[in-house]
Structure formats: C-alpha cells, structure tokens
C-alpha cells in the first residue's frame, strides 16, 4: 500500500470534490484495491477487500500527519469496504460527516452522503462528462440568444436526461442556458436527491422529474422532444431496470427519433468488461444515422492502464 501512503503525503488540502488516489486504474501495482476521494470536509477511503486493523492504523496516521501538516482543521475520514456484490460496510473513522452534507465542483454545489451504500450522489469520474454538457449548452444556447438578437427565430434548448440518478447532468445544463431538462430514473428517492441539488444551485425552473420506467415510457418521453441533447448514463447490470448487454441497444434504437435534427447524444457505460466498441456496436446496428463524435477523455485522477476497462463517454450526432 506504500503507493496510496505516498499519495497522501503528497495530497494537497481539496477545495472541492476530486478523487486523490485511484488504485482501481491498476497503475500502482499492489493497490488496486483502494481508492481515496475527497468530499470536503470529509475524505472516504475505498477498498475492495477486507482491511486489517494494522493497514488501518498505517492510513490512519498517514493521513492525521498529512492534515496536520496542511493545517487544514479537524480531520474527518469515512471507511467503506466493499466486498463483491452489494455487501458494503461504512465507517465512521474519525471525526464527522456534516448533516446535510454538500461539496461543489467547478462552481456547482451537490447534496452527498457518504455513510449510506455504495453511491454517494455524484460520481466523481464523470466530472468531464459534466464540463462536457456544461460547454455544449452554454455554446447551444448562445448560439440561439444570437439568432434571436438578429431578429430570427430560434427554439427552447431541450435536453433529456435518461437514468437521471441525483441529476448532476441537469443542474449543470440549466446553469448553461438549456431552457427544459426532463429527469427520468426509476429510483423517486435518488430524484428527490435531485431536486435537492437544482434548489442548492438555483435552477428549479426548466426542470421536471418523472420516476418512472424509461422503457415503458417512450410515449411521454417523445411528446416532450425533440431533445437537442439526449444523456444517457445507466448502470451495467441492474436486475429489474437494466442490463447493459441486453438493453442498451433498445435504448439507442430510440435516440433517432427523439434528437432534433444535429442534436447530440451522450452515451455512457461503467463496465470494465465491456469496451467502447460495444457502443459502438450498438450504434452502428442499431442506429446507422448516428454519427460518432469522440469518446471524452476521463479525469486524469483516473487514469487507467487498460482505458477500454475504465469509464466510457461517447458523444454521437444525429444527422
């Protein structure tokens, strides 16, 4: 573990949330298991198997030596293991994790919670599919404010936000000037979340919430479109929701008709055992007009030494 020991003696005192160590990425050979993020003011250390008492204590000091050193206040940790599967445990290590908890990154204000499961309410590595939307709606949208100021016309920015989860995706896009964001996920508690995060930025309006089953929804989700932008973001396998090898084709088979003519569809898989090219796949058999666009580069906080393996965000056009 000496690799994640001398991550912390290096780490810099975080102003926002970021992940600073990430063994998952298999370049720090001997800590794939851990990981280290930061959700001021609280650090959660990841690992994906069981840790004996002297690792901890190893940790531990590392990281009261390294806080003291920054002069950064009272330390508060957070421990989770996960060992396969859903069985997961949290603790309580040192210090407290405020109530509520919110963290900001590039500007932009997220309700989390560290002590309850596995998701936290914002996915640290998709912080470049965000800036991505962010940059995308914000150019959508001026370019719209100036065919109006030319005396044209121009339509609303519409954006679909699919397996919406807390609705990162969509705080960020009302921000840049998208006019509607319709959240779907089947979860009501995570899009309560969600709602959280919109009143915590100020971007209610524009805004709607729909838990419902996206795949017996498409009816509802087509009167609402055309959709300059359709996200997509959801889990590899959720039995009862949904099965990446199974299901992602039936949702890209619906992007052509729900995208406004050039509209943009941002597709994303967290899979290590499927690569870009199974999106690829699925577009090309299942929606030929879509054009590929680029894959997005992920935080270099996540650099990984098989990229195929690590997080996928494809960006595709409709012609």
């Not at 003696?9 to 370049?27: K, N, Q, S, T, Y």
């Not at 069985?87 to 210090?95: Q, Y």
Request: some cysteine; proline content about 6%; glycine content about 8%.
């Amino acid at each position: 573990m000496q690799a994640l020991l001398d991550a912390i003696a290096r780490m810099e005192r975080p102003d926002g949330a970021v992940r600073i160590f990430h063994g998952r990425g298999g370049l720090h050979p001997g800590c794939e298991d851990w990981a280290l993020d930061a959700f001021p003011p609280v650090l959660l250390l990841t690992s994906f198997r069981p840790v004996g008492d002297e690792e901890l204590a190893l940790v531990g000091q590392a990281l009261a030596d390294r806080w003291q050193e920054l002069d950064a206040g009272p330390l508060n940790w957070v421990l989770q293991t996960r060992e396969g599967g859903a069985r997961t445990a949290t603790r309580l290590m040192a210090g407290e994790v405020p109530e509520p908890h919110d963290v900001e990154e590039q500007g932009t204000r997220y309700r989390v919670h560290l002590l309850e499961g596995q998701n936290h309410g914002l996915f640290l590595d998709m912080a470049a599919g965000r800036q991505w939307v962010r940059a995308h709606v914000a150019q959508h949208a001026a370019a719209n404010a100036a065919a109006r100021a030319a005396g044209g016309w121009a339509p609303s920015v519409k954006v679909l936000n699919l397996f919406a989860y807390t609705c990162a995706f969509s705080v960020v896009a009302l921000q840049a000037g998208a006019n509607q964001v319709l959240n779907m996920d089947m979860s009501s508690r995570a899009l309560a979340v969600g709602q959280q995060n919109h009143r915590l930025n100020d971007v209610l309006t524009g805004a709607s919430f729909l838990a419902h089953d996206i795949f017996k929804s498409w009816g509802r989700i087509a009167r609402g479109g055309p959709y300059d932008l359709v996200i997509a973001d959801p889990p590899s396998y959720q039995k009862g929701s949904f099965v990446a090898t199974r299901d992602y084709a039936r949702l890209i088979r619906r992007l052509p008709d729900l995208l406004a003519p050039n509209g943009h569809a941002l597709l994303c898989l967290n899979a290590p055992e499927l690569g870009p090219d199974f999106i690829q796949e699925q577009a090309r058999t299942s929606a030929p007009s879509l054009t590929f666009v680029e894959r997005l580069a992920n935080p270099p906080a996540f650099s990984d030494a098989a990229p195929e393996r690590a997080l996928k965000v494809l960006v595709y056009r409709a012609t």
